[in-house]
């Protein structure tokens, strides 16, 4: 059953449209992943869901209340986890989780029972009364993402929740992020950050220039560029000819050029193609520098459906 | 009702903690009105710092010690003058010329002696034009103490010649005595006019009013509206620091929203002018009827709370309204009688302080510090809240929510 539906989201600014017609549905109790370079469009989709910004056509349904007709009962259902930190800097992280807990209606016992909570997800009760003004950079992020979850909401929207910090606050985000979903809170999860959302997601929706172009599971994405392996393989000479001798190699499907001294052999299986394909590389005089194997996934996805790389 | 109040309540929190804003809303104006009230002392002749002036007695006779004595009686003149007498006239001079004295009072050669002979005598006065309020008081003073003695020894010598010429024959002597009585009176009537005037309530405007008074009012009208550029700020802050999107993403409204910075505003102010009204009466400050006082300060209150509102709307960045928001503040201090009486400007000027914030509120304490009941100020009251709801409505229709 979708919790949130997205039917036809358009969002104009001007002469320019950032949102193109989305259609998404998530479904409860699942990590939906929202996949896009920066400025695909994902911000403003999402700031639509959560009532932050008229959609110009289009409506959002969460939990069966339209944004348009009834927003109050949408963001009730909604915790947001905004990409910057939206905390007040001179209050103590304490006082910023109890703020937010009141503009969710919480008070009084079960306010104090959340905050505390909270606080026990983020890993600083020991530093709740000091100041977000003092905080690291990866330690404001937890009490962004607490004060968005203050009120147990039924959709979590996390927007690039891992922008600009260290590796190990962006596992302990992920693995938090893990949690609450097994926990029973569906996740919208949106990032520029490939493994993230291939790691985290079960389904995705792939974003670019303000329109869906793929959604599905990691497997139905990874389809639509077939089951093949990828090589890349770094030469001192790529053209036509070093194509064509990979080429004919058995269990090769295809051979380009990618880049200028480097060349991509799509493979049924890598592990049985690339020793014989460096073997007639090397005959014809091509010297190979360094070769890349991996299987299809949503970078190569992205960059079939649009020619260029996620981090373009 | 419960958001509203916990927004206005955060806002409150968040200035309490940023020094600097508590230095420019709360030590900024404590000090200016320390300095102005201290560097223009004795502004209004109903005012409480004495004059120090010097007598310089160059007679030396019976008419000429009498003036001279009842301007240094500490008992009749003591809150208006500091007077002391010198016979160094040069000395006297030099201290006039460097400020030390506000004036000096040279009673020439001869003035008894032309008293006594029936005719007008003059009184010399040098003041410091840089205290030319104050010396124009001591002046005019002199002046009307000149005029009396000179009516009354004529009117003595007259009476004496007549008597002289009458079957009841008198001295020379004689004369003198009605001349010397004759003054002793008028300096005594002019003196206590003088002295009653100093005592009682003042019942003008604008230069009526001594200097701490004044300033008080003035400064404290000034800085509510900076209270609300530091409003302006802070609405704008919560959109550049994503915190205004993060609570339209919560289950608040935007009238909500606006409510509680709208009540966060008025507290702060509300609050800051309580403390400088009470630092001003702590150290001797006048304001009238306090509930009637506080009626206006609320008012101006709810108009800087618009102008707040309207300054983040116009100006639309911090940066913005740190450039626009001192400019209106000043043009309306200046215009609407801040730093000088709306009196002494010239006529031309006087109506544009009908369109300032300070103008009314101003116009408004001064006449409670002069005794007005509150009846008398409630149309003050009435123009501060339409211009407070006029700004607000501006800010409303000219607010950008999204960053």
Not at chain 2, 125 to 141: K, L
Not at chain 2, 303 to 330: E, F, S
Request: with cysteine; aromatic share 4%; proline share 3%.
């Amino acid at each position: 059953m979708a919790i949130v539906e997205a039917r036809g989201l358009v969002k104009r600014f001007g002469e320019a449209t950032a949102v193109d017609g989305v259609d998404l549905n998530v479904e409860a109790g699942e990590v939906f992943g929202l996949l896009g370079p920066n400025g695909a469009g994902k911000t403003t989709t999402i700031s639509m869901m959560c009532g932050l910004l008229e959609p110009t056509e289009g409506d959002v349904v969460v939990d069966g209340h339209s944004i348009r007709r009834e927003s109050t009962k949408v963001k009730e259902a909604l915790g947001v986890v905004p990409q910057e930190i939206a905390l007040y800097p001179t209050l103590t992280a304490l006082e910023n989780l109890k703020f937010w807990g009141r503009m969710y209606g919480l008070s009084g016992g079960a306010l104090d029972e959340r905050v505390a909570e909270v606080l026990a997800i983020a890993g600083l009760e020991d530093r709740a009364k000091e100041r977000i003004e003092t905080y690291s950079g990866g330690m404001k992020r937890p009490i962004n993402i607490a004060a968005g979850m203050l009120h147990r909401p039924k959709v979590l929207i996390m927007d690039e929740p891992t922008v600009g910090i260290d590796p190990q606050s962006r596992n302990h985000i992920l693995d938090t992020a893990r949690e609450l979903n097994d926990a029973g809170m569906t996740i919208l999860y949106t990032s520029h950050y490939m493994e993230e959302v291939e790691a985290l997601c079960d389904r995705i929706a792939i974003v670019d220039h303000g329109k869906v172009i793929a959604q599905g599971t990691k497997d139905e994405l990874r389809k639509l560029v077939g089951d093949e392996d990828v090589i890349t393989l770094a030469v001192d000479r790529a053209d036509e000819g070093v194509c064509a001798t990979a080429a004919a190699v058995g269990g090769v499907e295809r051979a380009t050029v990618a880049a200028e001294g480097e060349l991509e052999v799509l493979a049924t299986d890598a592990s049985e193609t690339l020793a014989p394909v460096i073997q007639a590389l090397t005959a014809a005089g091509v010297h190979v520098r360094s070769v890349d194997v991996r299987e299809p996934n949503l970078e190569s996805v992205f960059l079939h459906l649009t020619g260029k790389s996620l981090r373009d | 009702m419960r958001k509203v109040i916990t927004i206005g309540w955060k806002d409150m929190r968040l200035v309490a903690r940023d020094k600097p804003s508590i230095m420019v809303l709360l030590g900024m104006p404590v000090v200016l009105i320390l300095i102005l009230s201290m560097a223009l002392g004795n502004v209004g002749k109903g005012g409480s710092n004495p004059l120090p002036v010097a007598i310089v007695d160059r007679d030396h006779t019976d008419v000429s010690r009498q003036i001279a004595d009842a301007l240094v009686d500490r008992d009749k003149l003591g809150s208006l003058l500091k007077a002391k007498r010198t016979s160094n006239a040069e000395e006297a001079r030099r201290e006039v010329r460097m400020g030390d004295l506000a004036a000096m009072l040279e009673i020439p050669k001869g003035f008894g002696a032309k008293l006594d002979s029936g005719q007008q005598g003059v009184l010399r006065v040098e003041t410091d034009p840089g205290q030319a309020t104050a010396a124009e008081i001591f002046r005019s003073v002199v002046e009307a103490l000149s005029q009396r003695v000179s009516a009354a020894a004529v009117a003595a010598q007259t009476t004496s010649h007549v008597i002289a010429d009458s079957k009841f024959a008198t001295s020379e002597a004689d004369g003198h005595r009605y001349v010397l009585a004759a003054v002793d009176a008028a300096v005594k009537d002019e003196l206590d006019a003088v002295a009653v005037t100093q005592q009682g309530k003042p019942t003008g405007t604008g230069m009526d009013f001594n200097a701490l008074d004044y300033y008080g009012a003035g400064m404290a009208v000034m800085f509510l509206n900076f209270g609300a550029m530091f409003g302006a700020f802070a609405l704008l802050r919560e959109r550049t620091e994503e915190t205004l999107g993060r609570l339209l993403t919560a289950p608040v409204t935007r009238v909500e929203v606006l409510a509680g910075k709208a009540i966060g505003i008025f507290a702060i102010g509300l609050l800051q002018f309580l403390v400088l009204f009470g630092f001003t009466r702590l150290v001797g400050g006048h304001w009238g009827e306090p509930l009637a006082v506080i009626l206006v300060a609320s008012a101006q209150v709810v108009a800087a709370t618009g102008l707040a509102l309207a300054l983040a709307a116009v100006a639309k960045t911090q940066r913005a309204v740190g450039g626009i928001g001192p400019v209106v503040i000043m043009v309306m201090a200046a215009a609407g009688g801040s730093w000088m009486p709306v009196s002494q400007m010239p006529d031309s000027m006087r109506p544009i302080h009908l369109f300032t914030i300070n103008g009314w509120s101003l116009d408004a304490m001064l006449r409670l510090q002069a005794g007005a009941a509150v009846d008398n100020v409630l149309p003050n009251v009435v123009a501060l809240l339409a211009i407070g709801l006029a700004l607000f409505g501006l800010g409303l229709w000219r607010l950008q929510w999204e960053r």
